[in-house]
Structure formats: structure tokens, C-alpha cells
């Protein structure tokens, strides 16, 4: 099945309170916040020291609801309510906020974060404050975060700006585990991986498309980075604990089945992957000796012993199967059946369902299986019109047997010599010299 998605996403909501600069070519995003206007925003800071927070999460949940690139062609340097600004910083306060319960059950979210964020190589001294809908729970000071927003209060008497803003990137300083380290020196958001894990064994979606696409231009750029040793799993693990996995830098074994070319439209995807394509491979791995039972909607449980389908994207083909691939680079999707043992490195994204012919066969169902974010890949077939090396072991057994009888006849030549030798000397007398 192809990998496709639609790349229609969001920015998470973020507010930020800003000083006002003297002139500004910033645009507003009022004419897209629906029922937001200045006074209405700045009715939100009305009271000194206090944030009404009912106003502020309607806020937030109108930004998230923007389409992502309409926000970010208006960011520019901001003077007044409602302009939107690009920044990036460091993380020095986290503070949560609750949303009002009345709001709670409307607006689908409970809470939101307060951050306070020292802005890079700024010889202002500005704090942004930084109100964002979903925030990690992992972020802590010290890590460098992000965000497109909207101004929500210009700085006055003090160094402070406000912004609200629909996403957050986050890179955290001291990332767990070698897959997340091995991401945040790619420059991968490392919040967008930890949504992936909320969306296992569902299909792919679009909000899947920002995580997906930029692990995969990273584990293509591996080679820049030091890369330890990846875990070896096998797909029973994944298909266990896939929440333990997500962003995981992992190594599994598996037989390619099939490998399609997917042809990617996006420009702005296009530029992130260095190319106008990707490959997925379907493949097989190993269940060593776990039996997994997939129910379905009609039709009995579909039961698979010994062997399993994973599925693996990447950026880049290694050569022995870019070599088996007979529709040229860059043309349309083609579709190559090819079977060949490999060893695989690379990121684990998450389960997700699609639909296959063994599911549908009888009954109604999606394969849930692990989809693997390749990066480099070892061929484990053995080539060769010799496959287990017959004609070596007979080259190894017929030297053996000719050196053999050439050292049976050079020994009894040498015994007759020996033989005669001492037959002619047997009257003379012996010399013996004892090294005691």
C-alpha cells in the first residue's frame, strides 16, 4: 500500500507579550481570529499581575484551529495587538494553567502553559512570555523551544512581550534514550514525536505529516551525527509495547516483499527531504516463535506465526535494491517486487493500520503493523550462482586429497633412504654429544 498524506497542519497556539519597537512591518492575524478583535485580546492582560484564563483559552483554540502557513506568511517583527511573530529562545520558567471547567468540555482541553522563554542573542534583555495550548510534559529550563504566535500585549514599562501560539518546537537540552538525542541533534521537534504515540494503530494522518517527515530527512543526514549502536528488536516488541518505542533508535532484521516509489508534490516537503520522493518498503520480520491473533470486523481472528509485515519508508534506496528498481528516479510511482535478506538501522514512528489483502481475504479488517523510519540498510543475501559455496568446500577437498598422497610418497621415500643409510653405517662407530 502506498504511503500517502494530505499536509494540511496547524500551529500549536502560542501568546507571547512583546516591547513595542518604533516601526514595524508585522502583519495582523485578526482578520483570521473570528471574533477576536484588539480590545478583546487586550481585555485579557485588563488587570495588573492577573491573566483571565476563559479569554486566553478561547484564544488558544481559535489559533489552533488556523491553517499553519496563512500564520506563518504573516510573521514579521511586531508592534501591536494581534501582529504575528517568529521567535526562538530559551526555556527559563514553566508554569500550567487551568482552563475554567465550564470552557472545559468545549474547548476539549483542561489546561495550558505559561513559559517564559530568553530569546537568542538578544542584547534587549526581552522575556517572552509564551502561552501555549500543548506543552511537553518532558520540558524543563534549559531546553530551547520555539513558536509562531500572536502579540497579545505589547511591552511598555517593562522588557516583557506576550505571545500566543498554536505549536511548539521543542529540543530539549537532555534528551532519554538514543533515539531522542540522535532526533534533537538532527533538529527534529521532538514534541511533535511524543504526539505520534497518541495516534498507534490508527491510520496515518496529516497531523503525522510534520514528525514523518522530518525523521525521515534525518535518518537520511545519520552519517553527520554520532550514532550509537541501535537496539535490536524484533516486531513482537514493537507490536507489545509500541509507546516504549516511539522515536526509538532501533535495528531489526527483515525480507523485502515489495518497494514502491512515492512521489511527493509538497514544495516545502520536497526541499525538507532534499528530493521529490520516497520509497516504502514492505517487508517481513521474524516473530520467533510468538504467534499474534488480529481481530476484525467480520470474520474470524487472522492469526500469523513465524513471520510478520513491517513496513519501512526512506528517503534514500540502498544500491542492491535501487538496482532492482526498473522505474527510472523521478518518474511517476512504480511498484517493484523484490526479495532480499537485510539488516535494517533506523527510527521506529509508530503501529499504524492500513488496509491488506490477507486481512480483507474472508472477512473485514486493517493490518496493524510497525512502520520503521529507515536509515541505513546491510544486505544479509548471499550472492552468487553458489549460493552455500559447493564448489569451494570440493576445491578445498580435492587439494586436501592431492596433497595427501604427495606426502604419503615423499614420507616412504624418505624412510628408504633412512633405511639405507643405516644399513651402510651400521659398522661404523657412533658420536654422541649429551647437552646435560
Do not use: C
Not at 504511503?3 to 507579550?17: F, T
Not at 513491517?310 to 526479495?339: C, H, Y
Amino acid at each position: 500500500m502506498i504511503l500517502m498524506m494530505r499536509l494540511s497542519l496547524s500551529l500549536p497556539l502560542v501568546i507571547v507579550l512583546m516591547i513595542a519597537t518604533a516601526e514595524s512591518n508585522a502583519q495582523s492575524a485578526l482578520p483570521l481570529l473570528s471574533g477576536f478583535d484588539e480590545q478583546r485580546i487586550a481585555a485579557i492582560f485588563a488587570q495588573p499581575n492577573e491573566v483571565n484564563q476563559g479569554e486566553l483559552a478561547k484564544l488558544l483554540y481559535r489559533l489552533d484551529h488556523l491553517d499553519a502557513s496563512s500564520l506563518n506568511s504573516l510573521a514579521d517583527e511586531p508592534s501591536a495587538v494581534g501582529d504575528v511573530v517568529s521567535f526562538a529562545g530559551s526555556v527559563r520558567e514553566v508554569k500550567r494553567m487551568s482552563v475554567p471547567q465550564e470552557l472545559v468540555e468545549f474547548l476539549e482541553f483542561d489546561h495550558f502553559t505559561k513559559i517564559a522563554v530568553e530569546l537568542e542573542n538578544d542584547a534587549q534583555g526581552l522575556v517572552f512570555w509564551l502561552y501555549v495550548q500543548d506543552a511537553p510534559q518532558q520540558l524543563a529550563l534549559g531546553d530551547r523551544v520555539s513558536a509562531t504566535g500572536v502579540v497579545l500585549q505589547p511591552a511598555a514599562a517593562v522588557q516583557v512581550i506576550s505571545i500566543a501560539s498554536s505549536s511548539l518546537h521543542w529540543t530539549p537540552a537532555n534528551a532519554q534514550g538514543s533515539g531522542p538525542q540522535l532526533l534533537a541533534k538532527l533538529g527534529v521537534d521532538l514534541a511533535a514525536v511524543l504526539k505520534i504515540a497518541e495516534r498507534n494503530r490508527q491510520p496515518l494522518q496529516s497531523s503525522d505529516a510534520d514528525a514523518f517527515y522530518s525523521m525521515m530527512a534525518a535518518a537520511k543526514a545519520i552519517s553527520s551525527v554520532d550514532a550509537s549502536t541501535p537496539q535490536r528488536v524484533e516486531p513482537a516488541m514493537l507490536l507489545k509495547q509500541p509507546g516504549d518505542f516511539v522515536g526509538a533508535w532501533i535495528r531489526l532484521e527483515a525480507e523485502t516483499v515489495r518497494v514502491t516509489r512515492v512521489v511527493v508534490t509538497d514544495a516545502q516537503r520536497q526541499q525538507q527531504l532534499g528530493s521529490n520522493e520516497y520509497y516504502q518498503i514492505d517487508a517481513i520480520g521474524d516473530l520467533d516463535n510468538v504467534v499474534i491473533e488480529l481481530q476484525r470486523t467480520e470474520g474470524e481472528p487472522v492469526r500469523f506465526e513465524n513471520r510478520y509485515p513491517v513496513v519501512l519508508v526512506t528517503a534514500q534506496l540502498p544500491d542492491f535494491l535501487q538496482s532492482r528498481m526498473n522505474t527510472p528516479s523521478g518518474e511517476a510511482s512504480g511498484v517493484e517486487l523484490i526479495t532480499v535478506r537485510m539488516e535494517v538501522d533506523g527510527f521506529f514512528f509508530r503501529l499504524w493500520s492500513y488496509e491488506s489483502d490477507r486481512m480483507n481475504r474472508d472477512g473485514k479488517g486493517e493490518q496493524i503493523g510497525p512502520l520503521v523510519i529507515a536509515s541505513r540498510f546491510r544486505s544479509l543475501q548471499i550472492t552468487g550462482t553458489d549460493p552455500i559455496g559447493v564448489s569451494k568446500i570440493g576445491y578445498i577437498a580435492a587439494t586436501g586429497v592431492i596433497l595427501g598422497v604427495v606426502f604419503v610418497w615423499v614420507w616412504n621415500r624418505h624412510n628408504r633412504h633412512v633405511d639405507a643409510v643405516a644399513r651402510s653405517d651400521k659398522n661404523k662407530p657412533q658420536k654422541i654429544d649429551l647437552d646435560l
